[in-house]
């Protein structure tokens, strides 16, 4: 028998994946939702809303390929292109 045989702990689904609203990241559905409402309704720019439609379906995609790449591509935007020295 081995040093550490019948020491397993299960770890729920939810503590490893992330909160997803309609296929994407919640913060990205939110704001993109609000964005969609705001240019529709308040501005009455009904072609922002196939535009937004498009930008959604695109995050559905690049979260199923990655869940985490709207984080990876938030500390992408971050990080400076050079280090002074």
Not at 18 to 46: D, E, H, K, Y
Not at 75 to 85: E, G, L, V
Request: charged share 15%; proline share 5%; with cysteine.
């Amino acid at each position: 028998m081995g040093k550490y045989d019948g020491f397993e702990v299960p770890i729920h689904r939810s503590l490893t994946e992330q909160i997803l609203m309609g296929g994407v990241p919640r913060q990205i559905a939110l704001l993109n939702g609000t964005l969609a409402a705001a240019l529709g309704l308040g501005m009455q720019s009904w072609l922002s809303l196939p535009i937004c439609l498009v930008f959604h379906v695109l995050a559905v995609v690049a979260t199923k390929r990655d869940p985490q790449f709207f984080d990876c591509f938030k500390r992408h935007i971050r990080q400076k292109s050079y280090y002074s020295t």
